[in-house]
């Protein structure tokens, strides 16, 4: 397991979202760090992405997310979708365990959903 302090890009953590409001996601999940990792050893905060278990029948969603089979290498305890368009800073202090990396490969098709949906 990493260090509490190894916030790096392509991390994932088990990351609590209470208190939330109205439809913001709610509960402990998993979240994968979107924010540079030369930034996150800076600050105080990291941005994050949220993981999703749940299989919408909506298509209009299939866009905005990357399907994440859990591995040895990312540690996810199911399969999930990584939700690209809900981009949340946290503090660090709402990261409560490492989990493990996201596939590189995922990880770019993340990346590449996340600057559509921010016209970057």
Do not use: H
């Not at 990792?37 to 209009?60: E, G, I, M």
């Amino acid at each position: 397991m990493a260090e509490r302090g190894d916030y790096r890009l392509g991390s994932i953590w088990l990351v609590t979202f209470d208190p939330s409001l109205s439809t913001e996601i709610r509960k402990a999940r998993p979240a994968l760090v979107v924010s540079g990792t030369v930034f996150n050893a800076q600050r105080t905060k990291v941005t994050v992405l949220p993981f999703t278990s749940a299989r919408p029948d909506d298509s209009r969603i299939s866009p905005a997310v990357v399907a994440v089979p859990s591995s040895a290498q990312n540690r996810l305890s199911v399969d999930s979708l990584l939700v690209c368009v809900e981009p949340m800073t946290f503090d660090k202090m709402r990261l409560i365990q490492r989990l493990g990396e996201l596939e590189p490969e995922l990880l770019k098709q993340a990346q590449s959903i996340l600057r559509q949906y921010l016209k970057l």
